[in-house]
């Protein structure tokens, strides 16, 4: 098994039950292949670098994940087929990212409490 990351943008437009439900559809994707979600974090509404399908807004989701490397090209197929994705980008980690990672998400929590 491998470590994943993936971030994917989702149209503005849609309300926060709408967002939750896509990202819940990307987990459960990832749960039927087989695949351990290591964390999940929404970064909400933020802008674009540029616009997108002439938005200019987009909600961020990161999901880490291990799995198989077959799963990344089923998780991308859905994304290509789902509507409310307007970009996103899955990245395998190595020992070095994977470290990081957890380093982020403890800091993170911390300054949060």
């Known amino acids: 098994m491998h470590n994943y990351e993936t971030v994917f ?3 503005p437009v849609l ?10 559809k990307f987990e459960d994707l990832l749960k039927e292949k087989g695949c351990e979600i290591v964390a999940k974090e929404n970064w909400g509404l933020k802008k ?23 799963v990344v ?13 307007i970009r996103y ?6 020992k070095h990212a994977v470290e990081y990672a957890v380093t982020r998400r403890t ?5 949060k409490a």
Do not use: H
């Open 9 to 11: 943008i989702l149209t």
């Open 15 to 24: 309300s926060d039950a709408q967002v939750e439900e896509a990202v819940k």
């Open 48 to 70: 674009l670098a540029y616009p997108i399908q002439l938005k200019k807004n987009g909600f961020y989701t990161l999901i880490e994940f291990k799995g198989e490397g077959t």
């Open 73 to 85: 090209a089923d998780l991308e197929l859905a994304y290509k087929r789902d509507e409310r994705v």
């Open 89 to 94: 980008l899955t990245t395998k980690l190595d």
């Open 107 to 111: 800091k993170n929590r911390t300054a």
